[in-house]
């Protein structure tokens, strides 16, 4: 009974890594564009802010909250490394 009532939790992380998954090619792209050094600078930032915001919203809410700032840095971190493809090399990964 106690785990039908938070199986919400695992709804919301297949969601967040089938997120993950369908930009699978974008750190690929990015080594083969040279971009190295700004994705490894994106990636200490975004755990920083993870690891910040985990200290911060664990004690309250739990591993729900663990999930919440995980996807939350997810769509950040997905966020700017799809604005720096289409800002610089005017790419952009819709079929459009």
């Known amino acids: 009974p106690m785990?039908?009532?938070?199986?919400?939790i695992l709804k919301?992380?297949?969601v967040i890594f089938?997120?993950?998954g369908s930009f699978g090619i974008?750190?690929?792209l990015f080594h083969i564009l040279g971009e190295q050094a700004f994705l490894a600078k994106v990636r200490w930032i975004i755990?920083?802010?993870?690891f910040v915001l985990l200290i911060l919203i664990i004690?309250?809410?739990?591993?729900s909250g663990c999930l919440y700032?995980?996807?939350?840095?997810?769509?950040?971190?997905?966020?700017?490394?799809?604005?720096r493809l289409h800002s610089k090399y005017h790419l952009s990964l819709s079929p459009i």
């Open 18 to 20: 089938l997120f993950q």
């Open 12 to 14: 919301y992380a297949l």
């Open 69 to 83: 700032v995980f996807g939350f840095c997810k769509l950040i971190y997905f966020g700017i490394i799809i604005n």
């Open 59 to 63: 004690p309250v809410y739990g591993i």
């Open 47 to 50: 755990g920083i802010i993870f």
């Open 26 to 28: 974008l750190n690929p």
């Open 3 to 8: 785990f039908v009532k938070d199986s919400y």
